[in-house]
């Protein structure tokens, strides 16, 4: 969204961030062309009388570009050539101002679906006309396919499975031997192997992923094997692999296939490169904290399928799992009397949902640490408070108000500013200053300091770092949206809700200006039926609930006076003594 008028800009982003769509903005056209020189964008909306560089300038030099991104025009210049050049050049849409909201968000739709779609058909078409060997160099539209590579003893079934992948629209490789497909990796990005998880002569596949990791970054893995089975050492990718059965149809290795394909989509609209650039350093975990983490999986089953023997299993296939539940739950915060016998016995006493929830804590925790390391001294303390006011705050409002599991909303609420963390360890000093600045200014949202001064903001750092650590996309999802508003798709994420209003609590301890009350009372009347009197009279019980959550996960709230106080304060406003 280009323009020189924020509250344009701002009123455009909204119209489209409710119905989906993700928007960045510019406010002159040097600053657009910057943008899109680093980022892929679908769309560009554009103003034409702008400082730095006239909108026909930019327009100008988008439309020269080879794969460009659509182009809509938003004036209030009313001059009938410099419109009609516009046109002839090929600008896809022109709005005169005043612009209607429903048009111009119908339009905006109809410009981005018709420019996916002519994508994805002459790419077929392409396809259909020149290729009958996957092998074949790539055609100009064949390099905006998916790439997929398959590795598996079996070449008939292979070639059978490109076939079909064909005929999906992805472009399929069959690769003869490791080495070809080594080579392959080396001359073009993959976007995801399909790997038999065996042994390839000399080979075992957790080699193999680990030398391809080098070339392909982000290849995402489907293992092929017993379902049963680990997938062992094998790791790769922004999410861990996913194993179906050796035994599966064709049918369901190409839907596997599709379904991985889809959720990549639906990340990349999620993170943006620049915040997986600047998480790269904190990505990799130890073994342990890996095995820890990848429970979360557990926190996203529907109650039908938590069966404490699932969990159990899994528990017990790692060391470091098994050690770590026993000595959580024989730990005194999880209030379990008596002897624990085993792992089973320890996950049928605390319940499959806390178990996980306890054990993703203590990787998070492990995780987190060499971020905390790096950051200033103040910054991490403070850091630290916050996000245990986040985390128990969303478990309380989750589990009080919404009827939500307050264990899966206590490791979101952990997770929504880790991003923070991150910035810290990076700017160090710049980013404390930052920080003071935001806390000091009662109107100012941390988060938007963070955009205004570093281009990026704590929600996106969160997100992109937490799908590195192979979290589950729907977790990736609610943190990277915990600011709001809620972008397309995020519909059916409760626990942001929850979420938000923690942080509203958390941005009130810092300063109980009169506008961060405001917001909060709007977090909490537009998520309680009650009514603001009655959802007021129930904050020390929610407070009371959190920091006993907080005390079950051993992240103990340290700011309870403080909030005593403040919850005092909301109820009785006379009582305020602080702006
Ligand atoms: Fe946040």
Same mark, same amino acid.
């Given at each position: ?16 961030f409710?119905?989906g769509?993700?928007?960045n903005?510019a ?16 769309l ?5 009388r ?21 182009l809509v ?30 048009e ?13 779609s ?6 077929s !078409? =392409? *396809? ?5 060997? %996957?092998? &074949? ?5 064949? +390099?905006?396919?998916? #790439? ?10 292979a070639?059978?499975?490109a ?16 080495d070809?497909?080594?080579?392959l ?27 391809l990791?080098s ?13 049963n ?29 599709r ?6 989509? !639906? =990340? *990349? ?5 620049? %915040?997986? &650039? ?5 990505? +990799?975990?130890?073994? #342990? ?9 557990f ?43 085993d792992v ?9 949902t ?17 971020l ?17 006011l ?14 939500l599991?307050?264990?899966?909303a206590?490791?979101q ?30 109107p ?17 750092i ?16 609610t ?14 994420l ?11 609590v ?6 109980r ?6 917001d ?42 403080l ?7 909301l ?9």
């Amino acid at each position: 969204m280009v323009d020189d008028e924020k509250n344009v800009r701002s009123l455009l982003i909204a119209w489209l961030f409710r119905e989906g769509f993700l928007c960045n903005e510019a406010d002159d056209g040097a600053e657009a062309l910057r943008e899109i020189g680093q980022t892929h964008y679908d769309l560009v909306v554009a103003d034409l009388r702008m400082p730095n560089r006239h909108g026909h300038s930019l327009c100008q030099e988008i439309l020269s570009q080879g794969d460009r991104p659509r182009l809509v025009v938003v004036t209030g210049v009313d001059d009938p050539r410099l419109l009609r050049d516009l046109r002839s050049r090929g600008v896809d849409h022109i709005f005169q101002k005043p612009v209607d909201a429903s048009e111009f968000v119908s339009r905006i739709r109809e410009l981005t679906q018709s420019s996916a779609s002519s994508i994805h058909v002459s790419g077929s !078409r =392409s *396809r259909a006309a020149s290729r009958s060997n %996957a092998d &074949e160099h790539d055609t100009g539209e064949d +390099s905006r396919m998916p #790439a997929v590579a398959l590795l598996l003893h079996d070449m008939r079934r292979a070639q059978e499975l490109a076939a079909q992948l064909k005929r999906e629209s992805l472009l399929p490789f069959v690769p003869e031997s490791t080495d070809a497909l080594c080579c392959l990796a080396e001359s073009r990005h993959l976007e995801m192997l399909v790997l038999e998880n065996s042994r390839f002569g000399f080979l075992r596949p957790q080699d193999l992923v680990s030398h391809l990791k080098s070339s392909t970054a982000l290849t995402e893995i489907i293992l092929l094997g017993d379902e049963n089975a680990p997938p062992g050492a094998v790791s790769g990718g922004p999410s861990a692999p996913k194993v179906i059965s050796r035994h599966a149809s064709d049918a369901e290795v190409v839907q596997a296939v599709r379904g991985k394909i889809a959720a990549m989509n !639906r =990340s *990349r609209r999620t993170v943006s490169p620049q %915040a997986r &650039e600047l998480v790269r350093p904190f990505a +990799s975990l130890s073994s #342990a904290q890996q095995s820890l983490l990848k429970l979360a999986k557990f926190l996203t089953l529907p109650e039908s399928e938590l069966k404490p023997d699932g969990l159990a299993d899994e528990v017990m296939a790692d060391a470091d799992a098994t050690v770590e539940i026993l000595r959580l739950a024989k730990g005194a915060s999880a209030g379990l009397r008596g002897q624990i016998g085993d792992v089973m016995d320890a996950i049928t006493r605390l319940g499959v949902t806390r178990s996980a929830a306890l054990l993703v804590c203590s990787g998070i925790k492990g995780a987190e640490k060499p971020l905390l390391r790096r950051m200033p001294l103040p910054l991490r303390e403070w850091y630290q408070r916050r996000s245990a006011l986040n985390a128990a705050f969303a478990a309380a409002f989750a589990q009080k108000y919404f009827g939500l599991s307050g264990d899966v909303a206590f490791i979101q609420g952990l997770l929504q500013d880790i991003g923070i963390a991150a910035l810290g360890a990076t700017f160090e000093d710049r980013y404390a200053r930052l920080v003071s600045r935001a806390r000091a200014c009662g109107p100012a949202h941390l988060h938007v300091v963070e955009r205004e001064d570093l281009r990026i903001e704590h929600s996106e750092i969160s997100a992109a770092l937490i799908e590195q650590w192979g979290l589950p996309d729907e977790f990736v999802r609610t943190v990277r949206f915990h600011h709001g508003p809620k972008a397309g798709g995020t519909e059916t994420l409760q626990v942001i809700d929850p979420m938000r209003i923690a942080e509203s609590v958390a941005d009130l301890c810092d300063n109980r200006h009169a506008c961060r009350r405001q917001d909060f009372f709007q977090q909490l009347v537009s998520c309680c039926d009650g009514g603001l009197e009655e959802s007021l009279g129930g904050l020390e019980g929610a407070a009371a609930l959190a920091s006993e959550i907080a005390q079950q996960f051993r992240v103990p709230l340290s700011d309870e006076p403080l909030l005593r106080g403040i919850f005092r304060e909301l109820r009785d406003p006379a009582a305020s003594t602080a702006i």
